[in-house]
């Protein structure tokens, strides 16, 4: 009998080619479905919340995939954290209903991007951090967080071929913090455009350097424009770290995690 | 006119034999040797205020150095960081007296051993933390702590040959704390021997564990004899945080950092 598996998973995406599989070089979705084929012996397809690009991290990616194998959730946890590498751990593991679809059913998405914000570079923080040498301003840049807050049209924060499923989404949450010299920037949102955190941090940064206006961010947001963001923010300072599901999955996820 | 500098140095000790040059392989000496060399042209030795092994971490590692180069101080810092390898940098530069010395003179060191106390792994943790996947008791560990406070003779948390320079030594603070699944052991005292955090970190997650007492670990520190600590956790969960010096220095330091 064929069973529907949903893991939460942590990666620390360095050297991989993003999640989805590449006809080229290793992709975390690529390191997944060997370790489940060690496991099981099937050769399946495992399919993501959020599928994450390049050098993205993850703290509590899901993914989900149907088997034939009997073995209990917390079995699979232990076994394939010890065939997948280093780089990529299994957190948890839940059956659900075979119908349950870990990208439609999902409730929001919650990213972080983390800056070191300080005059010298930190090589505990390199793989995790972006480094921005000059003071930002977190004051004017939550000033211009706060137009993003709710539903809008956000075809500025992705590029021409990001536009195909729609863009006005639904923002949760926006918001710069400071701790010494790590600035973060949190975004929860239904769900997010190719590029969007990162074209969204990209111009946030320049907003905190004082080349950008509040103002003028939303006016970027109001132009419904791709392209008109910007520039990216590098993928090593962005983490993916939650998924968010009604009950009976959320309130699973909520105790164990 | 020759000038003694002092640096505030950060560096990921993954992949280097140690502080100290070694005949092979790469140390965190051998690469601000080479940088300064760059730099000044200068072939000469810098002195380190604790030597850290391989793979142990550090934020704020401080070496002194001798020079004919009359950069300013933020010049130094800048140029050192843009010959330096990603895992190195330096955090600060100082000009002290000519007989300052970074060893003697340093009031005390502080160390923080990590420990990730989850059922599962973490990938994005793995450079700087041991994983110890069963529950350790903080309270218990706490209690342990409390006897290794002020002067003792430590010569159990070493090796034999690590006793050459006396081990009888004053521990201003050892303390366990836990923030989720992170467990952290911070220890400061007036001079570390050589093991020293990680045999203690050893002995105090088999009290964690329940594998050893409060009172047997007292008994360990009583008996005074190289071999009975440990076993001695991994390096890579160790990080030197910062040495401590009387004013000026002192006071400079903590200006900046």
């Known amino acids: ?77 232990r076994a394939l954290n010890f065939y997948l590498p280093p780089a990529i751990a299994v957190k948890a593991a839940y059956e659900v209903a075979p119908d349950f679809d870990v990208q439609r059913q999902a409730r929001s998405r919650e990213y972080r991007y983390s800056i070191l914000n300080s005059a010298t570079p930190s090589p505990l923080r390199i793989r995790t951090s972006y480094w921005v040498p000059r003071r930002l301003e977190i004051g004017a840049m939550n000033q211009a967080c706060a137009c993003l807050l709710g539903k809008h049209d956000f075809a500025s924060f992705t590029s021409p071929e990001g536009t195909a499923q729609g863009t006005v989404h639904t923002v949760y949450r926006a918001e710069v913090s400071r701790d010494g010299d790590t600035v973060t920037f949190d975004m929860e949102a239904d769900s997010f455009l190719r590029h969007q955190v990162r074209l969204t941090v990209g111009s946030l940064i320049r907003v905190g350097l004082g080349k950008l206006s509040p103002g003028e961010f939303e006016g970027i947001v109001e132009a419904a424009q791709p392209g008109r963001a910007g520039p990216s923010a590098p993928a090593h300072g962005l983490c993916l770290r939650r998924v968010n599901y009604a009950p009976p999955l959320g309130d699973l996820m909520n105790e164990d995690i």
């Open 1 to 77: 009998m064929q069973r529907k598996l949903v893991l939460v998973v942590e990666y620390d995406g360095t050297g991989y080619r993003g999640f989805q599989l590449q006809p080229q070089g290793a992709t975390i979705q690529g390191e997944l479905e060997t370790a489940i084929r060690k496991l099981t012996g099937e050769k399946l397809r495992v399919v993501a919340a959020s599928r994450t690009d390049a050098g993205v991290h993850a703290v509590g990616q899901v993914v989900s995939f149907r088997t034939g194998s009997a073995l209990p959730p917390a079995t699979v946890v």
